[in-house]
């Protein structure tokens, strides 16, 4: 299984809504990232989460909450956001090798999220 | 201040032919490149990277060029083939820094019959 998978595909949410993203891999990897990206952007890192933990976050307003409950699944949970949000989220994942990760990511499809 | 620079959006090439994609960086601190090919609808999928301490790497149609004292890498794909028609993004690692991805702006590859 070399496939990250992300749901759902596409979402609507107003601003006082609360919403999760999932991303999930099964390929042992046990780096998993968050990127956002807006039209006609490249991809902008959010969060990665290394063995687990939290070890980066790009200054990521609050309203945008990651968690890691185990090795294979990422979540992303949105309360309280704002139409500039709208963008297509994106979840990557990498192997450990060697005393780091390896540099090639894997990336799922995305979710589409429009904030109305 | 965009790290990667990819100054060409679009690029349109004849099957069969070479396609040669471009990319620059500013800053020497990046230690190893990535190629990334997209479709519509679907997430950045890995292509070929290159060290910075190498300036070539092949992998089949796929090559990529690193020339360091200009900054500069560029990705070669001979013979082009319609299958080869999505956005590609150039991005760039730097030295201790092997989880963040910085990426260009992408460029646009159409390969016309």
């Known amino acids: 299984d070399t496939e990250v998978t992300q749901t759902p595909k596409h979402l609507v949410m107003g601003m006082t809504n609360k919403k999760s993203l999932k991303c999930e891999q099964h390929m042992g990897h046990r780096a998993m990232y968050w990127y956002k990206q807006k039209a006609k952007k490249p991809p902008e890192l959010m969060f990665v989460?290394?063995?687990?933990?939290?070890?980066i976050n790009e200054s990521v307003p609050s309203r945008f909450s990651p968690e890691c409950p185990n090795s294979s699944l990422l979540n992303l949970h949105l309360h309280a956001l704002q139409p500039e949000d709208s963008a297509l989220y994106l979840c990557?994942?990498?192997?450990?090798?060697?005393?780091?990760?390896?540099?090639?990511?894997?990336f799922g499809p995305g979710t589409r999220l429009t904030v109305t | 201040d965009q790290q990667v620079k990819q100054n060409s959006p679009s690029l349109s090439v004849q099957e069969g032919r070479i396609s040669i994609l471009n990319c620059d960086y500013t800053n020497s601190m990046f230690d190893y490149f990535l190629w990334y090919k997209k479709y519509p609808a679907e997430g950045p999928t890995f292509l070929i990277s290159i060290s910075s301490i190498k300036d070539k790497n092949e992998d089949g149609r796929f090559t990529v060029f690193l020339n360091k004292s200009a900054k500069h890498l560029s990705l070669h794909i001979v013979p082009s083939q319609p299958g080869d028609s999505a956005v590609y993004f150039c991005?760039?690692?730097?030295?201790?820094?092997?989880?963040?991805?910085?990426f260009g702006q992408g460029t646009r590859l159409t390969i016309n019959p």
């Open positions: 990557a994942s990498s192997q450990p090798t060697g005393g780091h990760f390896s540099y090639e990511q894997y």
């Open positions: 991005a760039a690692i730097p030295i201790q820094g092997a989880q963040k991805l910085v």
């Open positions: 989460y290394s063995y687990e933990k939290l070890s």
